[in-house]
T-cell receptor, first 113, second 113 residues
Framework: AQSVTQPDIHITVSEGASLELRCNYS??????LFWYVQSPGQGLQLLLK??????LVQGIKGFEAEFKRSQSSFNLRKPSVHWSDAAEYFC???????????FGSGTRLLVRP | GAGVSQSPSNKVTEKGKDVELRCDPI?????LYWYRQSLGQGLEFLIY????????KSGLPSDRFSAERTGGSVSTLTIQRTQQEDSAVYLC???????????FGEGSWLTVV
């Protein structure tokens, strides 16, 4: 069955430190992959997406993600975290067979001053 | 409009009452989705509309849930005889076409007391 796994429920980093949020997917075809961010009380904002082509994609707010087919992963990275990055991050895969967007369970990022 | 618009933003209702949640997608977007996010949980797919095609209702949790989309634009999600476990944020999303980027509204927070 198609699924998205975010193995880290919570991650805490210090402001200015680098960040990597893990995402693994299970999908037979070429995936369309997304990362969304949700701040408290807010809706979901698209950070970046991968459809095809270059496997390293750049997004907003200084985030990037790398698609690795061999590892079925699409990890999100940021070289230097800001306090305003504290939020919940969701990885998602779009299934072109059913047009559904399937989400992982999310990773909550806490930023230490 | 500029983004996906949802109303009401907050709704408190008594157990057993019916509620209607409205979604106004981005103008011109043919695909519309409803998701549910329970407290501390990920996003659960509910229903998908694409143009004039029959909707994919495979995610609706019970027959108390229904949704319609009139004129290929505005959608209403109806929950009949609400239960406390229906308390959640209901998120609407739209995309220009299947496979395009999916944009989310800010959600309708439903509390059943």
């Amino acid at each position: 069955a198609q699924s998205v796994t975010q193995p880290d429920i919570h991650i805490t980093v210090s402001e200015g430190a680098s960040l990597e949020l893990r995402c693994n997917y299970s999908y037979g075809a070429t995936p369309y992959l997304f990362w969304y961010v949700q701040s408290p009380g807010q809706g979901l904002q698209l950070l970046l997406k991968y459809f095809s082509g270059d496997t390293l994609v750049q997004g907003i707010k200084g985030f990037e993600a790398e698609f690795k087919r061999s590892q079925s992963s699409f990890n999100l990275r940021k070289p230097s975290v800001h306090w305003s990055d504290a939020a919940e991050y969701f990885c998602a895969v779009f299934m072109d067979s059913s047009y559904k967007l399937i989400f992982g369970s999310g990773t909550r990022l806490l930023v230490r001053p | 409009g500029a983004g996906v618009s949802q109303s009401p933003s907050n709704k408190v209702t008594e157990k057993g009452k019916d509620v209607e949640l409205r979604c106004d997608p981005i103008s011109g977007h043919t695909a519309l989705y409803w998701y549910r996010q329970s407290l501390g949980q990920g996003l659960e797919f509910l229903i998908y509309f694409q143009g004039n095609s029959a909707p994919d209702k495979s995610g609706l949790p019970s027959d108390r849930f229904s949704a319609e989309r009139t004129g290929g634009s505005v959608s209403t999600l109806t929950i009949q005889r609400t239960q406390q476990e229906d308390s959640a944020v209901y998120l609407c999303a739209s995309s220009l076409a299947p496979g395009n980027t999916i944009y989310f509204g800010e959600g309708s927070w439903l509390t059943v007391v």
